[in-house]
């Protein structure tokens, strides 16, 4: 063997392979081991920053935490303060261990009036702490957070609370708060990575605390580093040491009076570094080894590694584009066979798991969008067999306060059921937040009969919760649980999350769509209510209006604009006295001008809400005459909209059809009559035929 290698590396041939493989092995492995190498070391330093600024967050929040329970406790001890009988503090005095908790969370607790202290619960104070700068905020029941007036860490940390009275008398809670429970020390301390120093600074960039020795050299260091701005990272060099740090504001403005605060963790770089030390001691080694393996396996191995490379590459870079159907065949019988058979499992699990993100994406997207309830369920019963391998769907919505359910499930087409839900049924649903299996050959609960006639073995139940309240389930029934992986289950969780949000919105839509149309009932019976001849003409003419509308063909968006229009057709008429609409004569040039005003009255009315863009035309032009002499603009034909075409038949009608306080209405054959007269010349002759169709429709 010796001997072969000694006269292949003394021919020419073997030269030359020797020189190949120095530039196209040995020199790219040394160059790939230093950039993986340093790769390595900034990966370690990106993932220490990822983490430490996320271990910030976490941090911050958790000290808001604690300062939300230490208000509660001031909270539960002015309560106990003001209300109870036998003494100031009775509420501890009856539970030792309340009082116990107490003491570990303040280092002092008194009750002040004014500066002067009242009463010393816990501890006593050596000087009345000052809150005098925010005593509006104690005032209006906020509860304020200050610091002391120490000029080195750790500063003491204030919080008080009104308790009771006004002015002079007024009655203040303070307490100065523990700091071994506020930052975290002792027993109950915040878990931090090893070589992790935790500090605190005011958003005055005044130091609270921190683990550090020497804190004022630190916060210059810092400070030289810009603290900027809500949340950031930044390197700093202090005592002879390099720093990752991260800071956090938090926020307590938001909730308690006083000041914000920042938030600071800083990790040694030298900890962060320490897992490559030992790689960088075998890396000259692990360079050796490979020129040695990479010579000695290369002249072996080349020809036989060459082809199934290629093919795993071209694989590779079609599932790069996205082509997961793509396979690999080697037929080598070494790992390279081994590795595309990996190599095709993985392209179909990914194929599998594309389709399904894709179709989760579309029924999200779908039912996220959609604002019916009914059209939320179809898409779920129709889209979830796409993603999950199931045999039928149901879906139920409840209401737990009236134990009502609603059913849903597909046989070709969308089927609706209401019953009442069994207590039993709706216990074991709310037992259990993830997921219920069920098997089909025993009994099943009565909302999952549907199911019943099905060839599956288990039943799988999603409650659907919403504000942590349960508003339904999706069941899913399957083959067999087996059949079920714990992918399929995470994503029908996650559209059960979705369609609960989509119910909500569906519902809120309603609600909203409800209000407004009951806002404008509202206000065209205000309109009508201003005089007692037009009671109910509104909403009349409304009524009318649309069944012209439909029998005109009118899509469902115009017929909805059509409406909101009729109802404030006259919301004008509000700014006309009484006297005029009331009078009973003729009414004089200037009183009738007066009335001529009510269209564009009600437009400016109108202008301001930008939904009702469209429903302003009507209001504006329902006085204008098809021949072009109506009111205000004297407009004649198309030039008027079409909604105030239909409009000005139904209002004439329904005028001249009732009492009016200068004459008694009209009978119904004399109404048509002049409607049909005026065809052509005050009306739309197409509205007019259409009027007169809905007319002998209703009479009929």
């Known amino acids: 063997m010796l001997k072969i290698n000694r006269q292949f590396f003394l021919s020419k041939v073997g030269r030359r392979f020797f020189m190949l493989f120095i530039f196209c092995a040995l020199i790219p492995i040394s160059a790939l081991s230093a950039v993986t190498f340093y790769q390595v070391k900034n990966e370690l330093y990106q993932q220490s920053r990822a983490t430490l600024k996320h271990l910030t967050k976490y941090t911050g929040m958790a000290v808001y935490e604690r300062l939300l329970l230490l208000e509660t406790e001031l909270q539960i001890i002015s309560t106990d303060f003001t209300e109870g009988a036998g003494g100031p503090f009775p509420g501890y005095h009856r539970n030792e261990n309340g009082f116990k908790q107490l003491l ?22 050596p000087l009345a702490p000052d809150w005098s700068a925010f005593d509006d905020e104690l005032s209006k029941g906020k509860t304020i957070l200050f610091r002391g007036g120490a000029a080195k860490p750790p500063v003491p940390v204030y919080m008080a609370r ?48 921190s683990s550090l020795p020497n804190p004022d050299s630190f916060l210059e260091a810092t400070l030289k580093g810009s603290i900027r701005g809500a949340t950031d990272s930044f390197d700093f060099h202090f005592d002879g040491t390099d720093y990752l740090a991260c800071y956090w504001t938090l926020f307590l403005q938001s909730h308690f009076a006083g000041m914000d605060w920042i938030i600071l963790l800083s990790q040694d770089k030298a900890s962060v570094s320490a897992p490559i030390h030992s790689f960088k001691k075998m890396f000259p080694l692990v360079l050796l080894l490979s020129f040695w393996v990479v010579l000695l396996l290369s002249v072996i191995s080349i020809r036989k590694s060459l082809i199934p490379l290629e093919r795993l590459k071209a694989g590779t870079l079609r599932i790069a584009g996205r082509d997961f159907k793509t396979r690999v065949s080697v037929d080598s019988g070494d790992e390279f066979e081994d590795l595309a058979g990996s190599f095709n499992l993985m392209s179909a699990k990914l194929d599998r798991q594309f389709q399904a993100l894709t179709t989760i994406a579309e029924i999200d997207r779908m039912i996220l969008s959609s604002l019916e309830t009914e059209k939320i369920i179809e898409i779920v019963l129709t889209r979830l067999p796409e993603i999950v391998p199931c045999q039928s769907v149901l879906v139920c919505l409840i209401d737990l306060e009236s134990r009502k359910m609603i059913r849903y499930h597909m046989n070709q087409t969308l089927h609706k059921e209401s019953y009442l839900v069994v207590d039993a049924d709706l216990n074991a649903i709310m037992a259990k937040s993830d997921h219920l299996i069920f098997d089909a050959s025993r009994n099943l609960p009565t909302f999952l009969f549907p199911l019943s006639g099905n060839p599956i073995d288990s039943v799988l139940v999603f409650p659907v919760f919403l504000h942590k309240m349960l508003s339904g389930v999706i069941a899913i029934g399957v083959g067999s649980e087996k059949s079920f992986q714990e992918a399929d289950i995470d994503e029908v969780r ?42 109910g003409h509104s909403e009349r003419v409304t009524e009318l209006s649309l069944s012209i509308g439909r029998a005109m063909g009118l899509p469902p968006g115009e017929i909805n604009i059509l409406h909101r229009a009729c109802l404030l057709h006259d919301i004008g008429k509000m700014g006309v006295p009484a006297a005029i609409l009331d009078k009973g004569e003729k009414l004089s040039v200037a009183e009738f001008e007066k009335i001529k005003e009510h269209p564009r009255a009600g437009a400016r009315i109108l202008e301001p809400i930008g939904t009702y863009e469209k429903v302003i035309p009507i209001v504006l032009q329902h006085h204008e005459r098809f021949d072009g002499s109506g009111y205000p603009f004297g407009l004649a034909g198309a030039e008027i909209d079409f909604g105030a075409r239909i409009l000005a038949v139904a209002d004439v009608y329904d005028s001249l059809f009732n009492d009016r306080p200068y004459r008694a209405g009209w009978s119904q054959p004399e109404v048509i009559k002049y409607i049909r007269d005026q065809a052509g010349i005050q009306f739309d002759p197409a509205v007019v035929q259409a009027f007169l169709e809905v007319i002998d429709k209703h009479s009929s």
């Open 104 to 125: 570990e969370r303040f280092t002092a607790l008194s009750v002040f009036q004014g500066s002067r202290k009242v009463q010393d619960i816990i501890g006593a104070f």
């Open 162 to 209: 009104h308790m009771a009275g006004q002015g002079r008398d007024a009655l203040t809670l303070v307490g100065e708060v523990n700091p071994d429970y506020l930052w975290g020390y002792g027993e109950g301390a915040m878990s931090m990575p090893y070589m992790t120093e935790f500090s605190v600074l005011s958003s005055s960039k005044q130091l609270l605390v």
């Open 494 to 535: 996650q559209i059960a999350d979705h369609v609960a949000i989509a119910l909500a919105n569906a519902d809120l839509i309603h609600e909203l769509d409800q209000l407004n149309w009951g806002t404008m009932m509202a206000l065209a019976r205000t309109v009508d209510a201003k005089s007692p001849w037009t009671a």
